[in-house]
T-cell receptor
Framework: AQKITQTQPGMFVQEKEAVTLDCTYDTSDPSYGLFWYKQPSSGEMIFLIY??????QNATEGRYSLNFQKARKSANLVISASQLGDSAMYFC????????????FGQGTTLQVKP | DSGVTQTPKHLITATGQRVTLRCSPRSGDLSVYWYQQSLDQGLQFLIQ???????AKGNILERFSAQQFPDLHSELNLSSLELGDSALYFCASSVEGTIDGYTFGSGTRLTVV
């Protein structure tokens, strides 16, 4: 079985600073992927970034980067130069090769960006 | 617009009633996934269909059922509704039941009163 753990229920960051949201995972699949999604107060799930277990380099998408440490089973999201619009709930999720495409989500981290 | 269309966006109904949530996947996507997001359970996978057939089942209650039609749209039926069924229900779709092009709809917010 796969499991995602997000240990930070809530985080604060000052505008323009960087912030790291933690995610640890547990999986027995030899091949898997890790996702980060953003959910603003309006409710939609916005895809941010993806990392495959065999990818050699950490994924980056604009201000988002994924700090992937396979040995530690962690996939932390780093948001650089935080903006007020980054205030939202953030979910880490995993997908495994045996899972037919279903995603297993963590409990989420609420991020508030202070002006 | 993600390309995955969910209707209705909001639904308020009484306990004991039955409702149907609808999902139209992105053009070309064969697989549809349903998720439930509630305050106490978080985001949970309910069920997956691929090209009309059920492929995977998660924590879906017996009072809930789903199907995928020949035109690939999917419906999630929730019956004998309870207060605890109040949640945000998401549909997602992908090309062939993998992560390729995995896209979420904007969700249906169900309130049971």
């Amino acid at each position: 079985a796969q499991k995602i753990t997000q240990t930070q229920p809530g985080m604060f960051v000052q505008e323009k600073e960087a912030v790291t949201l933690d995610c640890t995972y547990d999986t027995s699949d030899p091949s898997y992927g890790l996702f980060w999604y953003k959910q603003p107060s309006s409710g939609e799930m916005i895809f941010l970034i993806y990392q495959g277990s065999y990818d050699q380099q950490n994924a980056t998408e604009g201000r988002y980067s994924l700090n992937f440490q396979k040995a530690r089973k962690s996939a932390n999201l780093v948001i650089s130069a935080s903006q007020l619009g980054d205030s939202a709930m953030y979910f880490c999720a995993t997908y495994g090769s045996s899972n037919t495409g279903k995603l297993i989500f963590g409990q989420g981290t609420t991020l508030q960006v202070k002006p | 617009d993600s390309g995955v269309t969910q209707t209705p966006k909001h639904l308020i109904t009484a306990t004991g009633q039955r409702v149907t949530l609808r999902c139209s996947p992105r053009s070309g996507d064969l697989s549809v996934y349903w998720y439930q997001q509630s305050l106490d359970q978080g985001l949970q996978f309910l069920i997956q269909y691929y090209n009309g057939e059920e492929r995977a089942k998660g924590n879906i209650l017996e009072r809930f059922s789903a199907q995928q039609f020949p035109d690939l749209h999917s419906e999630l039926n929730l019956s004998s509704l309870e207060l605890g069924d109040s949640a945000l229900y998401f549909c997602a779709s992908s090309v062939e039941g993998t992560i390729d092009g995995y896209t979420f709809g904007s969700g249906t917010r169900l309130t049971v009163v």
